[in-house]
């Protein structure tokens, strides 16, 4: 069964780059036709999906946060990485990294395995 373990700091000070890392187990993130993304909870709020970068390493944004969002992959280590710059208090939430398929080249909603989330608090 895939794992998946989000990893990074706690606490980000507004104006920097938050980065957070995904490392999967027992599942190859260049394996068809899967792809692998970021998923934020704020406080109080719903679930927003970030982006994602795919068993191709093509990737994908919200459009809502492309200009601040880069993910990136280390597949020596089974890894993939979500950068996100010049963040805000707003920017406070759980984050989540998880699974999902692409069908027919698209990356289908509904991700089947998540890990467990990590807080991430803006603050000075």
């Known amino acids: 069964q895939v794992q998946l373990q989000e990893s990074g700091p706690g606490l980000v000070k507004p104006s920097q780059t938050l980065s957070l890392t995904c490392t999967v187990s027992a599942g190859s993130i260049t394996t068809n036709y899967y792809y692998w993304s970021w998923i934020r909870q704020p406080p109080g709020k719903g679930l927003e999906w970030m982006g994602a970068i795919a068993y191709s390493g093509s990737t994908y944004y919200s459009p809502s946060l492309k200009s601040r969002t880069s993910i990136s992959r280390d597949t020596s280590k089974n890894q993939f990485t979500l950068q996100l710059s010049s963040v805000t208090p707003e920017d406070t939430a759980v984050y989540y990294c998880?699974?999902?398929?692409?069908?027919?080249?698209?990356?289908?909603?509904?991700?089947?395995?998540w890990g467990q989330g990590t807080q991430v608090t803006v603050s000075s």
């Open positions: 998880a699974r999902g398929r692409v069908i027919a080249g698209t990356l289908t909603p509904g991700e089947d395995y």
